[in-house]
Nanobody, 119 residues
Framework: QVQLVESGGGLVQTGGSLRLSCAVS????????MNWYRQAPGMGREYVAA????????YYADSVKGRFTISKEKAENMVYLQMDRLKPEDTAMYYC????????????WGQGTQVTVSS
């Protein structure tokens, strides 16, 4: 059974950067896709970015394209989300997710890590 643990959230000023980490325990198959989602207070959960475990191909929501970078370290079973040029609207709880596809809102979830961007 795969388990996910996120870390790296915090408080940052507008324009700042944070790097989120997702530690994956359990086996990931080549068909796995690792997603990052976020959920702001009072809002639904929103897809942010994804990476295919097999070939590291990446995908991004339009709202973060050019500012966020998803990556993985296969040997250590880690997934990262580098967030640059942060905006107040990026404030949310960020969740790591393991699925077999992109942005389906299914699969295995971590407990989340809070990101707060002050204006």
């Amino acid at each position: 059974q795969v388990q996910l643990v996120e870390s790296g959230g915090g408080l940052v000023q507008t324009g700042g950067s944070l790097r989120l980490s997702c530690a994956v325990s359990g086996r990931l198959f080549s068909s796995s896709v690792m997603n990052w989602y976020r959920q702001a207070p009072g809002m639904g959960r929103e897809y942010v970015a994804a990476i295919r475990w097999s070939d590291s191909r990446t995908y991004y929501a339009d709202s973060v394209k050019g500012r966020f970078t998803i990556s993985k370290e296969k040997a250590e079973n880690m997934v990262y989300l580098q967030m640059d040029r942060l905006k107040p609207e990026d404030t949310a709880m960020y969740y790591c997710n393991k699925d077999s596809s992109i942005a389906t809102q299914r699969g295995v979830w971590g407990q989340g890590t809070q990101v707060t961007v002050s204006s």
